[in-house]
């Protein structure tokens, strides 16, 4: 299982309690910017806000112009 993140391609930093104890290394979910993990920059980034024009989406429908999220 890769930990790169999906979106920068940098590795993704595990979390870790104040003793320095990992109890996270899996990113992000990058849902539904990229498909995959993405690292906590990229997920402040470029998650969040592609998450909450979905949900503006959801709610205006047909009135709410759809976004695209993903470039080629
Ligand atoms: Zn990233």
């Given at each position: 299982m890769?930990?790169?993140c999906i979106i920068c391609g940098s590795n993704i930093p595990p979390h870790t309690?104040?003793?320095g104890v990992v109890y996270w290394?899996?990113?992000h979910n990058?849902?539904?910017y990229a498909s995959?993990?993405?690292?906590?920059l990229c997920h402040g980034e470029y998650v969040?806000?592609?998450r909450l024009k979905q949900m503006k989406e959801?709610?205006?429908g047909e009135k709410w112009k759809p976004i695209e999220f993903k470039t080629t």
């Open positions: 890769s930990k790169d309690t104040e003793e290394e899996g990113g990058a849902e539904p995959g993990r993405c690292c906590d969040l806000p592609a959801e709610r205006y």
